[in-house]
Nanobody, 123 residues
């Protein structure tokens, strides 16, 4: 069982940056594929980014590619989502996820989820 805890959300203005962090509550991320999903108000939950076990491979949703960067530091047992050039439409609850298999960009619900952290971008 993997318990995930997100941090780093908040209120920013359009064009600014935020970095989200995700750490396990006990245990380790080693050996897990990690990722981020988000759910905006009145919207369905959607894939944002995923990173492989070694950190060498990452995938992004089209609407965040080039602005967001996912990374992992297994020595610190932490996964990050660096979000730059934020837009109001990026406002959402962001969820850290983990799975023992690769996380596709569509049509798949990862096995483990955090409680989420709110990101609000004002115009």
């Amino acid at each position: 069982q993997v318990q995930l805890v997100e941090s780093g959300g908040g209120l920013v203005q359009a064009g600014e940056s935020l970095r989200l962090s995700c750490a396990p509550s006990g245990g380790t991320f080693s050996g897990y594929v990690m990722g981020w999903f988000r759910q905006g108000p009145g919207k369905e939950r959607e894939f944002v980014a995923t990173i492989g076990r070694s950190g060498a491979v990452a995938r992004y949703a089209d609407r965040v590619r080039g602005r967001f960067t996912i990374s992992r530091d297994d020595t610190k047992n932490t996964v990050y989502l660096q979000m730059n050039s934020l837009k109001p439409e990026d406002s959402a609850v962001y969820y850290c996820v983990a799975d023992q298999q690769w996380i596709p960009t569509t049509g798949y619900k990862p096995r483990y989820w955090g409680q989420g952290t709110q990101v609000t971008v004002s115009s």
